[in-house]
T-cell receptor
Framework: DAKTTQPPSMDCAEGRAANLPCNHS???????VYWYRQIHSQGPQYIIH???NNETNEMASLIITEDRKSSTLILPHATLRDTAVYYC???????????????FGQGTTLQVKP | NAGVTQTPKFQVLKTGQSMTLQCAQD?????MSWYRQDPGMGLRLIHY???????DQGEVPNGYNVSRSTTEDFPLRLLSAAPSQTSVYFC?????????FGPGTRLLVL
């Protein structure tokens, strides 16, 4: 699985968009970008994933650069409840034959401030 | 659906004691896994299972055993607890590209 690099911490004002970057310069063609978050003391929560195209769901948007070497998770209107550690994970898709292992790094601690 | 449930929420053990951390899911997911999270660290994979009767080791399997007799349950056994196993333990199940995590068990080994 490709290595990812994230800033250790970021701040965001409540109501503003939070843009969390992730570098994955060694990503392979069949590797997806996954984002999870962990709110204090809780189990991690799936946010979104993508391969090449930008993706959007009810929680967030994922923007992947054309060369796929980096990506940005966007929380469009951050709230205090979005304060959490955000993990960017790169790995092959969970298709048949894959073990489904996720390797969590240190992540980015996002602090949303009033 | 209850999702992924874990019991107990909190446990204190003495060095050398054994115990089983319980994990259950009611979503009929084939894939389940156990992670540990030490203070200030990311999660590390202990063991995983791709279906009933099939288990395999993750990154940090030493000191832990697992079995998978049913799709629903995936217990984690500590054979002889050590202070180094003080951690928060998370169980997860997977459907397609999404993993669902339980609320965790906080274990303190004295």
């Amino acid at each position: 699985d490709a290595k990812t690099t994230q800033p250790p911490s970021m701040d965001c004002a409540e109501g503003r968009a939070a843009n969390l970057p992730c570098n994955h310069s060694t990503i392979s063609g069949n590797e997806y970008v996954y984002w999870y978050r962990q709110i204090h003391s809780q189990g991690p929560q799936y946010i979104i994933h993508g391969l090449k195209n930008n993706e959007t769901n009810e929680m967030a948007s994922l923007i992947i650069t054309e060369d796929r070497k980096s990506s940005t998770l966007i929380l469009p209107h951050a709230t205090l409840r979005d304060t959490a550690v955000y993990y960017c994970i790169v790995r092959v898709g969970h298709g048949s034959g894959n073990t489904g292992k996720l390797i969590f790094g240190q992540g980015t601690t996002l602090q949303v401030k009033p | 659906n209850a999702g992924v449930t874990q019991t107990p929420k909190f446990q204190v053990l003495k060095t050398g004691q054994s115990m089983t951390l319980q994990c259950a899911q009611d979503m009929n997911h084939e894939y389940m896994s156990w992670y540990r999270q030490d203070p200030g660290m990311g999660l590390r994979l202990i063991h995983y299972s791709v279906g009933a009767g099939i288990t395999d080791q993750g990154e940090v399997p030493n000191g832990y055993n697992v079995s998978r007799s049913t799709t629903e349950d995936f217990p984690l056994r500590l054979l002889s607890a050590a202070p180094s196993q003080t951690s928060v333990y998370f169980c997860a199940s997977r459907h397609l590209e999404t993993q669902y995590f339980g609320p965790g068990t906080r274990l303190l080994v004295l």
